[in-house]
């Protein structure tokens, strides 16, 4: 063999094995999700069942924990990109030692451990009594979210064009019409990421979800947990692979949706 | 700028403009550069379709100064008045003036109608109309073919034509104009320069225009005005100003390379190693002074008449060459003829045409003094 088919044969076997790590363990859950009885040393299910994804999709708790986890994630990636769209330009436009401490402010709730700063949430949120509640959960996610998102605003803007929205103003547009004509157009394609970020943040969750909602609010990550404590596999399996799917659908739009990002002026 | 109507509702500029107030007044204006000191009570005024360039070194502040008549700056002291209302206070988007910057800046994700759109739309211009307008004003810079394309697929040169058809779409009152012709290839200025001129006399709107390119400002402009040291040195025609410059600072800004010491008699004579001139222009009293020339007022001589002097280097430049000649202690630089340029170290002679010399008092560190 030549040197040149050995390297591109490593390239293929390496390529592979990546494909593997990465589709193996999901081929691995699928196959879980519709096994009955399936235990070592059998290589394969002796039997399958569907009644896993019959739960998901119908009136199970697994249904109603992936319908709330979805509304909460829904509501956290419209929230924390609301929030965090004028927090990144204010801080983008901050000079000096004031940009440093803003871009701090914006970093806390990203370094802070989940399980830190749902201790740190949960005495605050339970005085306001809003603990064990869904807009509770919904305020506590909104928090990591809104930092991480702040930051990838503050790159944005930092990257983005000043003198697109002087130029705007001088032609006459309001701060109003220089938002609806100008700069939200601009950054359609960065607001749509910005809120796939928010959703994964929540839909993720789980250290946020517990301290906070207590165990009464039930999302998708809490339930699939437990089926695991359970032992219930095929459950846990069905609803670990339902966990995958947005975050695989962000990845397929953020791929197909590649285009030049306009944040500088033609 | 009197036939200038409200088109539509949200059209906030000025029902009519007064026939006597000029197209922008500035008084006073005092602008910051950062924490620094900045423009200091600068004064001056534009008529609704003149051509005013505003020359001065990199960093002088022209830039602040645009801005701050655009309201994209924050001023000290002093108003700015556009069509006679005083803007000071106003916005950027009420003050009836645009302000282009030095690359030209189309909003990406508009075409290139709705770029010059833009402005119309923005003050509830009705569709029709606006539409007609956008369409000339895109002709009257040779852009009507381009008008639904992408303006990223534009070239420099037609990126700035888009740029001006809709900075005037909208008929604003005032035109700033930020170093226009500095990003571009020399071959593509004489293209932008002649939009420039042409969209201007077509919609007469008063230009301010800001460069550092001297050429640039005679080109262009109906009146120039030099920005040294913070302040309007002067304000003059071109012609006058390259001629006649009123302080020895503004001939230095202005590229009048040859300075010589001397002495300013009575009577307006003035002694120097040239011999004794009678300048044209002479600012201050008798005593030590400095004559200064552009290098077309001097030639070298054939005959011997004229001061005599020595060759210490040539200058060769795209419009010709000059030679560097030592008379006393000047260095005066002089045209040479084309074809029969002198060695250095060869003795000449030379000749100045007195009516092209100004004369100022002595200032420190001017050259021979």
């Known amino acids: ?266 | 700028m009197s036939d200038r109507v409200s088109d539509g509702p949200n059209d906030r500029a000025p029902a009519r403009v007064p026939e006597h107030a000029p197209a922008l007044r500035v008084v006073g204006l005092t602008v910051p550069f950062g924490d620094q000191p900045g423009l200091a009570d600068l004064s001056f005024a534009v008529d609704a379709g003149e051509r005013f360039v505003i020359v001065g070194s990199s960093g002088a502040g022209k830039t602040t100064l645009l801005r701050a008549i655009a309201g994209l700056a924050s001023v000290t002291a002093g108003t700015v008045a556009v069509g006679g209302r005083d803007v000071t206070r106003l916005p950027p988007e009420r003050r009836d003036a645009v302000y282009l910057h030095q690359a030209p800046v189309l909003f990406p994700h508009l075409r290139v109608l709705d770029n010059v759109l833009f402005p119309l739309r923005v003050r509830g211009v009705p569709s029709p109309v606006a539409r007609e307008r956008a369409l000339q004003a895109l002709a009257a810079v040779r852009m009507e073919g381009y008008a639904a394309r992408d303006p990223r697929t534009l070239s420099g040169g037609q990126r700035h034509r888009v740029a001006l058809a809709r900075a005037v779409a909208a008929r604003p009152a005032l035109l700033l104009l930020d170093e226009p012709l500095a990003s571009l290839d020399p071959s593509l200025r004489d293209d932008v320069r002649e939009a420039i001129v042409s969209i201007q006399r077509e919609h007469r709107p008063a230009l301010v225009l800001v460069t550092h390119d001297l050429d640039e400002a005679g080109l262009l402009a109906d009146r120039v005005a030099v920005l040294v040291d913070r302040r309007i040195a002067q304000t003059a025609p071109p012609a006058e100003l390259f001629a006649r410059p009123a302080t020895l600072a503004v001939a230095r800004f202005l590229g009048v390379a040859n300075e010589v010491a001397g002495r300013l008699c009575d009577g307006g004579r003035f002694e120097c190693p040239l011999g004794v001139l009678r300048p044209g222009a002479a600012h201050g009293p008798a005593g030590s002074a400095v004559a200064v020339f552009r290098p077309e007022a001097a030639r070298l001589t054939a005959d011997s008449s004229g001061a005599a002097g020595h060759v210490v280097a040539l200058r060769h430049r795209a419009h010709g060459t000059g030679a560097l000649v030592r008379v006393g202690a000047a260095a005066l630089e002089v045209p040479v003829p084309a074809g029969r340029p002198p060695a250095v170290g060869d003795a000449v002679h030379v000749a100045v045409d007195d009516a092209q010399v100004v004369v100022f008092p002595t200032e420190p560190g001017a050259a021979g003094a």
């Open chain 1, 1 to 266: 063999m030549s040197r040149r088919a050995a390297a591109s044969a490593a390239r293929g076997a390496a390529v592979a094995a990546l494909a593997l790590s990465a589709g193996g363990p999901l081929l691995l859950l699928l196959l879980w999700s519709v096994s009955r009885d399936w235990f070592f040393p059998a290589l394969l299910p002796p039997a399958l069942a569907g009644d896993a994804w019959e739960q998901l999709a119908g009136g199970s708790a697994l249904a109603r924990a992936a319908l709330t986890s979805a509304a909460l994630a829904l509501l956290c990636g419209a929230g924390a990109a609301l929030v965090a769209f004028p927090v990144g330009r204010a801080i983008a436009r901050l000079r000096g030692w004031r940009r440093h401490v803003g871009a701090a402010a914006a970093f806390l709730p990203v370094a802070a451990p989940p399980i830190a700063l749902g201790t740190g949430l949960q005495f605050f949120f339970l005085t306001l009594g809003l603990g064990g509640t869904a807009a509770g959960v919904l305020l506590a996610h909104l928090v990591p979210a809104a930092g991480y998102l702040s930051l990838y605003f503050l790159g944005i803007f930092t990257a983005f064009d000043a003198r697109v929205e002087d130029e705007a103003r001088t032609l006459g547009a309001s701060p109003a019409q220089l938002l609806v004509r100008v700069t939200l157009p601009m950054l359609r394609r960065q607001l749509g990421e910005a809120f796939a970020l928010g959703f994964l943040i929540s839909w993720s969750q789980v250290a946020l979800t517990l301290l906070i909602g207590g165990g009464v609010v039930r999302t998708l990550p809490l339930e699939v947990l437990a089926y695991v404590r359970a032992g219930q596999d095929r459950f846990a399996a069905a609803g670990a692979l339902a966990l995958t799917v947005p975050p695989l659908l962000a990845l397929a739009a953020a791929r197909f949706a590649a285009r030049r990002t306009a944040v500088v002026a033609a």
